[in-house]
């Protein structure tokens, strides 16, 4: 039986435009897009549409998937929607909930609480027969084809799938507690994002919120630029006088640039203060305000939100999945199986696969994944045929969101994805037309992905 995914826009058992969509887009934003109708991400998606694939019942094989966010949970979850119940599935998570980083910048304002975002994995249980455990996985060997989780309880498998995120160095400065108490960097959705939120509540009028972002690569392009607008906005009309300094690692804005690039300058042009090249040298969190020191200069603030480097989750990085140096697992782009371990598929924001570090992505490459790994079962070769989309929908203020959209198709002459076009494709501007689009695309999203 031949499998194809000639339009991988939308996923295969996807409901409506949900499928199409990503919280976060990626690459360096080229032009606007000259028609805001004609390429929003909703309308690609309604004319994108396809159907299910079909279970193939003589299926057989155990797959483990450790990590049951927006990658490993839609892997765990297809394996068995295409598998059918010979396919003996596994998900190891160590949180007995997921929370979302998608539109997690909103909890800052108050639009959004923590517990709106938290999505459980019965269903994935119950409607489609994953086996889900709570606990940590600490070792793999992929030579007998078992992991080791921390209480010592193995589990052998016939594929391994491994999606953690990832793991956040620590900035210079900030190695104690009591450090990163006061400056938090909120990029992992929880406990976190409810202390900045509590952070700007209590800063004082005219004050100054910092923001630090490192060099890309990193979780989420465009969510810190996101981040500084929503908070400038609320800063507006809540605290006004107040100002917020953007120092960014990178030489220019790296998502969504036509956006944010005007936000900064037009509507934000007397709160937001955005240095480029200022990557961040160290931090003192020890005085009564805290100061940043950056390549361009010393800035203090009220508040400081420092965003680290990041690199691959510590499952990876501990068992020899990242070659030596570099911060990502390498993978075969067409199937996401790791280059140095043999019947072990990294994906979502741990692996390198010359796309965006997403969460819609990141759905798309556990689908990806689930393909790649039923197709071996079944002795067929992998699917090349491969196009994923990329897009954004980024709230602007308490009212208006733009959207970036850029669609990657597999090279199998290069090994990796190439961007389809001339680039992205992204709004002419912020609208509240965009906001409204935005709850329902999360919605479809996560509903698809958890339900």
């Known amino acids: 039986m031949n499998y194809t995914r000639r339009t991988w826009l939308t996923a295969a058992g996807a409901v409506g435009f949900g499928a199409v969509l990503t919280r976060c887009g990626g690459g360096d934003p080229l032009a606007p897009a000259a028609s805001d109708a004609a390429s929003a991400p909703l309308a690609q998606a309604e004319r994108s549409r396809r159907s299910t694939k079909p279970v193939v019942s003589s299926t057989t094989g155990r797959v483990v998937v450790v990590g049951g966010g927006m990658a490993g949970l839609a892997a765990a979850k297809y394996l068995k929607v295409w598998g059918g119940s010979g396919v003996q599935v596994t998900l190891v998570e160590r949180n007995p909930s997921y929370t979302s980083n998608i539109l997690s ?221 570099a911060r990502w697992a390498g993978v075969h782009a067409a199937t996401f199986e790791s280059t140095l371990a043999a019947g072990v598929h990294v994906i979502g924001d741990s692996c390198s696969a010359g796309i965006p570090k997403a969460g819609h992505i990141g759905n798309q490459e556990g689908k990806t994944a689930a393909d790649a790994i039923l197709r071996a079962f079944r002795g067929l070769a992998p699917d090349t045929d491969l196009v994923v989309n990329s897009a954004c929908f980024s709230p602007i203020t308490a009212s208006t969101a733009s959207w970036l959209t850029a669609v990657y198709q597999y090279d199998a002459s290069t090994g990796g994805y190439r961007i389809v076009g001339t680039g992205p494709s992204e709004a002419t501007r912020p609208t509240s037309d965009g906001y409204s689009q935005m709850n329902k695309w999360f919605a479809t999203l996560m509903g698809e992905t958890f339900a």
């Not at 210079?172 to 959705?189: I, M």
């Not at 690569?217 to 953007?246: F, H, Q």
Request: with cysteine; charged share 20%; aromatic share 6%.
């Open 105 to 325: 910048n909103l909890v800052l304002t108050g639009q959004r609480t923590i517990s709106s975002l938290v999505y459980s994995y019965a269903t994935v249980k119950q409607n489609y027969g994953v086996d889900v455990r709570q606990g940590t996985v600490v070792g793999i060997d992929p030579v007998r084809r078992r992991v080791t989780l921390a209480d010592n309880s193995t589990l052998d498998y016939d594929r391994l799938i491994v999606a953690p995120g990832v793991v956040f160095d620590v900035l210079p400065g900030l190695e104690s507690d009591a450090a990163r108490s006061r400056v938090v960097h909120a990029w992992q959705a929880g406990p976190e994002t409810t202390t900045l939120r509590n952070q700007l509540l209590a800063m004082p009028t005219g004050g100054t919120f910092v923001m630090t972002i490192p060099a890309s690569p990193y979780r989420c392009p465009p969510g810190p630029y996101e981040r500084a607008c929503v908070v400038a906005d609320w800063l507006k009309r809540n605290k006004p006088g107040s100002k917020v300094i953007v120092l960014d690692a990178n030489p220019f804005v790296q998502a969504e640039r036509h956006t944010f690039e005007t936000a900064f300058g037009g509507l934000f042009k007397d709160v937001v203060e955005y240095v480029p090249n200022a990557a961040v040298t160290s931090i003192d969190a020890t005085q009564a305000r805290i100061t940043v020191d950056s390549l361009m200069g010393r800035v203090v603030g009220d508040v400081v939100n420092a965003i680290p480097p990041q690199r691959a989750g510590k499952v990876v990085l501990d068992n020899a999945l990242v070659s030596t140096g």
